[in-house]
């Protein structure tokens, strides 16, 4: 039987940004489908969705994005629960490993990048026979290290900046889908704690503006991308497919409550 709600699947969706955007999604009526390691906060997350909107209802699965058979039992569950997939939000990363690009091995590098990339391109690929049925939505949750470097992260910076270009790939490819790679701006989450607690892999003025980030409260609420990114799956723009913004950009004034 086919949901009469919209249906979307987010990776990552145990904490943080992740989290935020489940519950955004079920506050506009979506039947969401987690995808994230720990089944425990998956749970919890399931029942703060039910909370949020008891007409919508929230589906997971506990397992790991760079494990094929992973995502392909997360989006055979969408499909068999809820019969469609409008939305795919594709927010699980890694920031590990620390350290400079002429330190970093090539096992470690590829590990990150499976997670943070490779990942992303085959859950995409597994969705998008449903996602071009109903001319859904592509999420891509990047960063602003994309396109600026930062010392100690640049396996991340890497990573980010070529999934920004994957975007614009799969964009160009697929014009029944609309995709879009996002900065969520800097979030008050774990992976600013990391960071933080980094310190002694980092430039020390690197450190010192990360921790100025917490300390002067620059840092935003997990809620505040979350709600953009669940507008999005809802109305995204089909002209804006494949380009790259930042939650606060003026492209997005639209898309921000």
Partial sequence: MTSANPVAIVTGASKGIGKATCISLAKLGFNVVGFA????????VGKECETANPSTQFAYYSGDVSN???CDSTVELATKKFGRI?????NAAILDP???LTKISKADLARHFDVNLFSVLYLTQVALPELIKLKGKV???????????????????????????????????VPEVTFLALRPGAVDTDMQVQIRASGHLMRPEDLKMFVSFKENGILIHPNIPASVIANLCLKLDHNLSGKFFSWDSPELAAYRD
């Fill in 139 to 173: 999420i891509n949750i990047s960063s602003g290290s994309a396109t600026t470097f930062l010392n100690t992260w640049g396996a991340y910076c890497c990573s980010k900046a070529s999934l920004n270009m994957m975007t614009t790939g799969f964009a160009t490819e």
């Fill in 68 to 70: 094929n058979s992973d």
């Fill in 37 to 44: 390691r720990s089944e425990l906060e998956l749970k919890a």
């Fill in 98 to 100: 620390a350290g400079d």
């Fill in 86 to 90: 409008d939305a795919l939000v594709n």
